[in-house]
């Protein structure tokens, strides 16, 4: 369907991540270099204007017409750190971050379903973004690692829509790496909070700590500093979820909208049983 979509995308004049092969202003060894600076600095990068935005509006009115035609799953199922079942044995506290559960909720539209989303005239997302060798190439290259597209069937992307009360509280990813692309912020609240490389300090944690100063207060001899990027329709972020603690915080005013794309170091990776079932109602 890309194919015959007559719409551009990429934001190109200012990230000319398909540059790669013949760089020949210099303009894409810059960006790059910039964002292998963000990402050592603050643990993610952030791409302002990165979708055109009738791309956006594309994208976004796609996701509320199959919101309208009832598609997706609406998850409200609590949830520990870790995306994983918990430990039984009873030597772990019943405080501990892997016991602890966490209440979630939001709408995800997933995969599967956006590429069959032929009446909302949905974009192939596997050809827009997760095959193309400029994005790859690009996001390997920041990472300086080889990165793959996951292939999981329903999470590989995915729509996620947060209505007013909606929120997705503390965790780490399954996917190593992710990418956001922003379609509509919410009006209040919704705010990502993101605390990089943290996954060995809070699985050293006996409780787990919930309250933000407090995780700020717990990390600070850490040398780790909790990131509140504000992020705006278009934007998009590449960040590190599977050793990141992060959440979104509640929705007070508004709908947000945004499509996660998520990749890893190893070919053909899937989610976890934990994950399908509480997220995507896969069972
Ligand atoms: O919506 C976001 O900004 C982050 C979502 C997220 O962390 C996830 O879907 O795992
Ligand atoms: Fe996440």
């Known amino acids: 369907m890309a194919s015959k979509d007559t719409i551009n995308y990429i934001n190109y004049s200012k990230y000319p991540i398909d540059q790669f092969e013949n760089d020949v202003d210099g303009k894409y060894n810059y960006l790059l270099q910039n964002s292998i600076k963000q990402m050592n600095r603050d643990g993610f990068v952030s791409l302002p204007s990165f979708l055109l935005s009738d791309a956006v509006d594309k994208l976004t009115s796609c996701i509320l017409k199959l919101e309208e035609d009832g598609v997706g799953f609406y998850s409200t199922d609590s949830h520990n750190v870790f995306l994983d079942a918990d430990d039984q044995s009873d030597a772990m506290s019943p405080l501990h971050p892997r016991r602890i559960q966490l209440d979630s909720s939001k709408l995800i539209i997933n995969a599967s379903d956006l590429l069959l989303a032929k009446e909302a005239q949905a974009p192939n997302l596997d050809e827009l973004f997760m095959s193309q060798r400029s994005v790859l190439n690009f996001i390997s290259s920041v990472m300086q690692t080889k990165l793959y597209p996951s292939t999981d069937p329903y999470g590989k992307f995915y729509a996620n829509i947060f209505r007013e009360g909606d929120g997705l509280n503390y965790h780490f990813d399954q996917s190593e790496y992710s990418i956001s692309l922003i379609l509509q912020p919410?009006?209040?609240?919704?705010?990502?909070?993101?605390?990089?490389?943290?996954?060995?300090?809070?699985?050293?944690?006996?409780?787990?700590?919930?309250?933000?100063?407090?995780?700020?207060?717990?990390?600070?001899?850490?040398?780790?500093?909790?990131?509140?990027?504000?992020?705006?329709?278009?934007?998009?972020?590449?960040?590190?979820?599977?050793?990141?603690?992060?959440?979104?915080?509640?929705?007070?005013?508004?709908?947000?909208?945004?499509?996660?794309?998520?990749?890893?170091?190893?070919?053909?990776?899937?989610?976890?049983?934990?994950?399908?079932?509480?997220?995507?109602?896969?069972i």
């Open 186 to 282: 919410s009006e209040e609240g919704g705010e990502f909070q993101f605390l990089p490389s943290s996954r060995t300090i809070v699985e050293g944690w006996d409780e787990m700590i919930l309250d933000i100063d407090d995780i700020a207060e717990a990390v600070a001899p850490h040398s780790l500093e909790m990131k509140r990027p504000k992020l705006a329709a278009g934007d998009l972020y590449l960040f590190r979820g599977q050793n990141s603690l992060h959440r979104v915080s509640e929705i007070t005013k508004g709908k947000r909208i945004n499509i996660i794309l998520t990749f890893n170091t190893e070919p053909d990776v899937r989610l976890n049983q934990y994950t399908l079932q509480k997220f995507f109602g896969v």
